[in-house]
């Protein structure tokens, strides 16, 4: 069995592809293209946001590839500006016809607070938060999401929720690489069934040319993406790494080793810029 074929399950049931392919950064003349490489590849969980402007283009692709819906999980995102329901239900309604999909398989809420204020605690945005919440539960209720989610969210964001609201999120999607692995959200989630999906696997590229990674990479014959995305898999995280370059996509498929204890703590050790 390859990863390609394994699944982790949501809280509500919901199976989701191991691996994802990420689209953050990929314009969307590209994003058609790339995501049909990945389809082709194998891959079967792709990965927008409202954010990254490029649903057009993810959608495209989805249906160049000619999958079934039903056989591709699609994720998307409500920007992390949005902070009222009005804004949250008109950007999941915009996002799906970007995608020209009736659902997507996951929706986030993509950050707690707007990105320029995502380093200031000032404000936590948790009444705002609830109100986007209720959008997001509205749109699981209606059929529009299979599974609904939180990204960028630290402990007490999610609290909040779950605190005020009738669901819980399934999903918390945040950077998640070697030499950066937020042990403390990562561990909370997992010990409260939230499943952690794992963006920039690769550092966004920056881990490509560490040479305490590449030295176990030798080991087993792996590239340094290939090490990290089995990191993250080890990590029981849902890695999403992203490319444009088919050699790439479908290299970062090819995981199927298992990295030794010894080396996982070798790589737990490495701090990195980043981290
Ligand atoms: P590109 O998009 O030009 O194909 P992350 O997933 O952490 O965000 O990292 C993405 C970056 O890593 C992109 O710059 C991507 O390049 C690059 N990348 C992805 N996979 C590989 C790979 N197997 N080998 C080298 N670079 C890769």
């Given amino acids: 069995m390859t990863v390609l074929s394994e699944h982790y399950t949501l809280s509500n049931g919901v199976t989701i592809p191991k691996l994802g392919f990420g689209t953050w950064q990929t314009p969307d003349r590209v994003a058609p293209s790339a995501v049909e490489m990945a389809l082709r590849a194998g891959y079967t969980h792709i990965d927008t946001a409202s954010a990254y402007e490029n649903e057009r283009g993810v959608g495209k692709g989805l249906r160049a ?13 409500v920007r992390a500006e949005y902070k009222s329901y009005a804004q949250a239900k008109a950007s999941i309604e915009r996002s799906l016809a970007d995608l020209q999909e009736s659902y997507a398989d996951l929706i986030l809420i993509h950050a707690p607070r707007p990105w320029r204020e995502m380093s200031s605690h000032r404000n936590p945005y948790h009444t705002e938060n609830i109100a986007v919440w209720q959008a997001l539960q509205e749109a699981y209720a209606a059929g529009q999401a299979r599974a609904i989610g939180v990204s960028n969210f630290a402990v007490d964001d999610i609290t909040n929720l779950t605190e005020h609201c009738d669901i819980a999120p399934m999903v918390n999607q945040i950077c998640f690489h070697v030499g950066y692995t937020q042990p403390e959200i990562t561990a909370y989630c997992q010990a409260n069934g939230i499943l952690v999906q794992a963006y920039s696997p690769l550092g966004t590229g920056s881990l490509l040319t560490n040479a305490q990674i590449g030295a176990v990479a030798e080991k087993y014959g792996a590239s340094v993406a290939q090490v990290c995305i089995r990191y993250a898999l080890q990590k029981g ?4 790494p992203k490319s444009t370059h088919e050699e790439y996509i479908i290299a970062n498929t090819e995981v199927d080793f298992v990295l030794s204890p010894d080396d ?3 790589l737990d050790g490495i701090r990195t810029r980043a981290g």
């Fill in 264 to 266: 996982m703590l070798t």
């Fill in 65 to 77: 590839s000619g999958k079934p819906r039903d056989e591709v999980f699609v994720t998307t995102k």
């Fill in 237 to 240: 995280t849902n890695p999403l």
